[in-house]
């Protein structure tokens, strides 16, 4: 058994949140430049988010890393600020300052009816022709979407493939209906009954002539469970979320999700990360309780493999306790590979509020060197919808296999008419030659 100890000393602003705002390829390969992603992992949210599946990318980035995120609609999500339209330019450069991947997205709305259109592109310039393109309609009590086809679409607790075509819903006060017909010649029909206040229920069938599914999903206060099948699978999908809460003196909150199957593979209509495809079980939870200045919260997760290889466990412990302006608090992490390597991870945090709109914090790292993985930053808040994140990170000794890194963010949200992001690195070398990294920016026009 091989563990490793790490002592982390960090200095965060009080009251600021570990989430980050919207999650980008920029930041899921500084998770894997972190060492708290694996290749597997980068490749699973890397494709979430070329589906722009971004609830479910940020589902996993939780379970893996252990910081919240949202999706991009809701951190954008604005009711003081109408939209009209809107156009979003999307780029990542490579080290050489050329586009490898870039994107466009351009949505107006008038009266009930709102039209989507998204074009991709590479080194060379964006397609001219639209990769994706949605019409909808809504109204209180229906809608219809005709295009390319979401989960959300149909109320599926599970992600579907590419579908294009129409979908369409009707609500009424304890019945809801939905129907969905694809260019492929699939279709299906959806009923559900309750309300998702108290207690509500919902089943569908997906029908193509290679082969018939569907979904089972069920609501109750705190808690979901789903069940979805398919005519070759061995047994059907079992899926469980839980998210309770108990706001009384001591704040108590609980949530988790579970997979459970035993198929070799999870064709269909239904489309899952490879982890939950490739393990029979897949379970994180997390569980926190506050308590006067404490907060005290551990974590679990669990993947079990269909076949015979060793399962991947890893648990966590922190305490933490905040008062006026300052903060302490300790981490204990530990588990075990798929490779049936185990490791440990040791931290102690503390931290200060200095000023009103900037904080400073250092965190330093031991793992098998003498010497640590230091990082030294500024967060700065100067306007509620900005802020500007400057990282200086030295991984051990500062030498040509780890030279020293700079890393910036800067988070703009939607204002009246505009907004963007911008992320990037650079590696200096002990020469000082500065070498562009990962980059990464959007732009967003308002109207």
């Not at 890393?407 to 020469?431: A, P, V």
Request: glycine fraction near 8%; aromatic fraction near 14%.
């Amino acid at each position: 058994m091989r563990s490793k100890f790490v002592i982390a000393l960090l200095f965060i602003c009080c009251g600021l949140s570990l989430a980050v705002e919207a999650l980008t390829p920029e930041q899921v390969f500084w998770g894997w430049d972190d060492g708290r992603l694996t290749y597997e992992q980068v490749e699973e949210l890397l494709e979430l988010l070329e589906r722009e599946d971004e609830a479910n990318a940020c589902a996993l980035w939780y379970a893996y890393v252990g910081e919240l995120c949202v999706g991009y609609e809701t951190l954008n999500s604005d009711d003081e600020i109408p939209v009209h339209a809107r156009v979003v330019w999307r780029a990542s450069l490579d080290s050489l300052g050329a586009p490898y991947a870039q994107s466009l997205r351009a949505e107006t709305n008038y009266t009930r009816y709102r039209l989507k259109l998204l074009w991709k592109g590479d080194r060379a310039a964006l397609r001219k022709r639209p990769a994706e393109g949605r019409l909808e309609y809504s109204d209180k009590k229906a809608g219809a979407v005709f295009g390319n086809l979401t989960y959300t679409d149909v109320q599926s607790p599970f992600s579907l493939t590419k579908f294009f075509g129409y979908a369409g819903h009707i609500a009424f006060p304890l019945v809801n209906m939905s129907a969905l017909l694809t260019l492929d010649s699939s279709y299906g029909f959806r009923l559900g009954i309750g309300n998702k206040k108290t207690v509500a229920a919902s089943g569908m069938g997906i029908y193509h002539e290679k082969d018939c599914s569907g979904f089972a999903h069920v609501f109750i206060p705190g808690a979901e469970f789903a069940l979805g099948w398919n005519e070759h699978w061995k047994t059907p999908l079992v899926l469980g979320k839980f998210n309770y809460s108990e706001k009384t003196v001591r704040k108590f909150q609980w949530n988790g999700i579970v997979y459970w199957h035993q198929n070799d593979s999870l064709r269909g209509p239904f489309q899952f990360p490879s982890s939950v495809a490739t393990n029979e079980w897949w379970v994180t939870q997390r569980q926190s309780l506050a308590w006067s200045d404490w907060t005290f919260s551990w974590n679990e997760r669990v993947f079990i493999p269909q076949d015979t290889g060793a399962a991947s466990l890893e648990g966590a412990f922190a305490i933490l306790r905040k008062r006026n302006a300052a903060a302490l608090g300790a981490n204990w992490r530990v588990g075990r590979k798929a490779d049936d390597k185990f490791y440990s991870r040791y931290e102690l945090q503390s931290g200060i509020h200095l000023f009103a709109a900037e904080s400073l914090f250092v965190q330093m790292e031991w793992q098998k060197e003498l010497f640590p993985r230091m990082t030294l930053g500024v967060l700065q808040t100067p306007h509620n919808r900005i802020k500007i994140k400057n990282l200086l990170i030295l991984n051990s000794r500062w030498s040509g296999a780890s030279p020293l890194v700079f890393r910036h963010e800067t988070q703009i949200k939607k204002s009246e008419h505009w907004g963007g992001s911008l992320r990037f690195d650079w590696k200096i070398e002990r020469s000082l030659e500065i070498n562009p990294n990962r980059f990464g920016f959007s732009l967003e026009g308002y109207l």
